[in-house]
């Protein structure tokens, strides 16, 4: 089977027009290392008609990968990942600032990325993408790191710090077995990430070595824009009234050429095409968007049926854009994305990659707009 592996690419997949789950049943049929041991669990899609699909999957075409991912087996679940916070232990220094501790390993785990499909993914505490921390302006952060893997892995945070805590080789970076504490202040506030910085980049990246992290404004400290800072400051009431939902758009090389067979939001290719997210269409929307897609120079994110505010970065408290449906985002780069279904009738409305291959390959959810969350 070896020569019909690397003759498959992902874009020879879609010359056929059955593009996602054509690849998902090819891909899991060559075996690739990636998978032995595990069985086909995959249907192809185009033997499944629009009319046999639920109506919001069949409004793509039923181009979409058929069967269900193991959830417990990964140990994560794409939809508890979108509001599944990670706020550490917080306790009081000797000056009055607040420390607030993570704790996070490394590991190796072999997940399962689309339906009968495994990936030998090295993970932050056992996930694809890692804890999506959360920390306030001005406190001071203690990320204690230790490495239960097979390779020397370390944490890059986006951010402001000093040269000894960056989590490149000679600060940082260690080997199998040891234990590093990253510690700084965290500013400036925004939606940044970390990931690993280990060589060579692009495999640590790749290999699912990444992760949100969000430093929310403190009110105090913004003054002119109070109300906004207030809204999102996690666990206050006005922040309360938002729904947030964390995003990281990422995608895996399942035959290691070099180009991606799958992309997803949150690892598992179209997991939220399956199962929309639930919204209320009364209360606004905030994303926390990042793309860590490897392999490609860019990734996208349309909004079906509605326009969006965008925060570059998520360092300033007025948008950078208004009013638009669709960003692009390089590697790391990553915004606050803010809108309501206020006006809307209730729905289901459609979210995906503005690259038709990427969508088809995975990367296309749902929202489902209702009026009011049971």
Known sequence: MRWAQAALSRRSLLLGGGAATIGATTICSSKTVAQEGHGN???????QSAAAAPTHQSAHGAMITVGTVDNERNGFDPTRLLTDWHTGTLTDLP???KLRTFEI????KEIEIAPGVMFPAWTYNGRVPGPALRATEG???RIVFRNYGSHPHSMHFHGIHSARMDGVPGAGVIAPGDEFVYEFDAKPFGCHLYHCHSLPLARHLHKGMYGLFVIDPDPERHPDHVNVAKSRLYGSPENAEW????????AFDTNFDGENE???CNTIAHCYAKEPIRIEKGRPVRIYLVNVTEFDPINSFHLHGNFFDYFDQGTTLTPTLRMVDLIMQCQAQRGILEFTYRNHEAGHYMF?????????????GMFDVVETLS
């Open 139 to 141: 406190e001071r952060l």
């Open 105 to 108: 390993t490394a590991e190796d």
């Open 262 to 264: 799958f992309y997803a």
């Open 352 to 364: 995906h990659a503005h690259q038709s291959e990427f969508t088809e390959l995975g990367w296309m």
């Open 41 to 47: 669990h995959v249907i192809a899609a185009e033997a």
């Open 243 to 250: 729904q947030e939902i964390a995003m990281i758009m990422n």
């Open 95 to 97: 000056d009055g600032r």
